[in-house]
Nanobody, 126 residues
């Protein structure tokens, strides 16, 4: 059974850092592009970052460039999202998602992804 499980969320003060993890089971991430997305109540889910199936290309939303870093550990079959200089507007439920592909690059468009995790809450507040 294909499954994605996020972890690492929590309550952080502005300016702080977090590392979110997305552990995959039932499939191998090296055949899937993987993305991180976030959603706040009443708003649409938005893409923040993605990594290609090869792991050699990444993409970021303009709002997070320079603060978010996506990476992957093939041995652990896990994708990470390192977040620094957290801002209150980063408060959201963060989801990871995967899509099988052989295309180079990756997209942060929500409809492109087939498999989703359950999300992890990130709250930035003093």
């Amino acid at each position: 059974q294909l499954q994605l499980v996020e972890s690492g969320g929590g309550l952080v003060q502005p300016g702080g850092s977090l590392r979110l993890s997305c552990a995959a089971s039932g499939f191998t991430l090296t055949s899937y592009a993987t993305g991180w997305f976030r959603q706040v109540p009443g708003k649409e889910r938005e893409g923040v970052s993605c990594i290609s199936y090869r792991g050699d290309m990444t993409n970021y939303a303009d709002s997070v460039k320079g603060r978010f870093t996506i990476s992957r550990d093939n041995a652990k079959n896990t994708v990470y999202l390192q977040i620094t200089n957290l801002k209150p507007e980063d408060t959201a439920v963060y989801y990871c998602a995967a899509r099988p592909t052989t295309r180079l690059g990756c997209t942060i468009q929500v409809p492109a992804y087939d498999y989703w995790g359950q999300g992890t809450q990130v709250t930035v507040s003093s």
